[in-house]
């Protein structure tokens, strides 16, 4: 099936959700929890706010990595988080805000930039009873820069649908630092197409295990 095939195919979903048609049934795992805020599956999506949030944990502090963030189950060992959500939600929910994937990666760690709008991604949690927000580039480290990421490199590109079905669901990729075709979200930067850039920024994270929120946010188109 085809990038486009597949924004037709999650339409119906997305019509079932929006604030025009609140009288219609609802998919089973998603609900209207107030006039602009959706919950699906375990994601949350703020129509007003522009925000898709799910919960999370702190994967690793320290290593390399070719991932912000990947689904449980996913991989795991080079990734700064653990998303408790499924992929396809989330993906569902930046649609709902507008946000239309445009893919235009063919492999992991294509030098070809991937389509798509640009997103802003927060990752927050508590510590000592006060929040701690920070853009996710602050977590990841530049080895060659000896510097975080820089500042707003993030599009969502989107995931595909094969013949084995949703390819997100599957690989459980979320938001890639080596640019990767299955993940919803990558790194636009030159950086993308090479594997060796960024650890995990042992500075600013707290330990592993920690919960936090993701927080994908779809600026005001200008």
């Known amino acids: 099936m085809t990038r486009s095939a597949l924004t037709v195919a999650i339409v119906g979903a997305i019509l079932a959700l929006a604030p025009a048609?609140?009288?219609r049934s609802l998919?089973?795992?998603?609900e209207r929890i107030s006039e602009n805020v959706y919950r699906i599956g375990k994601v949350i999506v703020d129509l007003k706010g522009r925000t898709v949030t799910c919960p999370a944990k702190i994967n690793m502090q320290r290593g390399l990595v070719e991932y912000l963030a990947v689904a449980t189950r996913g991989k795991?060992?080079?990734?700064v988080l653990?998303?408790?959500?499924r992929p396809l939600h989330i993906q569902l929910g930046l649609i709902m805000l507008g946000l239309e994937p445009q893919g235009g990666l063919r492999y992991q760690g294509d030098t070809k930039l991937p389509k798509g709008p640009p997103v802003d991604v927060w990752v927050s949690w508590e510590k000592a009873?006060?929040?701690v927000r920070l853009p996710a580039e602050q977590l990841l480290w530049d080895l060659n820069k000896k510097r975080p990421m820089e500042a707003k490199p993030w599009v969502f590109s989107g995931s595909m649908v094969t013949i084995a079905g949703f390819a997100a669901d599957s690989e459980k990729s979320l938001i890639a630092t080596y640019r990767d075709p299955v993940a919803l979200i990558n790194n636009r930067l030159p950086t993308g197409s090479d594997d060796t850039v960024y650890v995990a920024n042992h500075r600013l994270l707290p330990r592993e295990g920690t919960e936090v929120k993701l927080i994908i946010h779809a600026p005001d188109k200008t």
């Open 27 to 30: 998919p089973a795992d998603a």
């Open 21 to 23: 048609t609140a009288q």
């Open 76 to 79: 795991l060992h080079e990734s």
């Open 129 to 131: 009873g006060t929040e």
């Open 82 to 85: 653990e998303v408790d959500a």
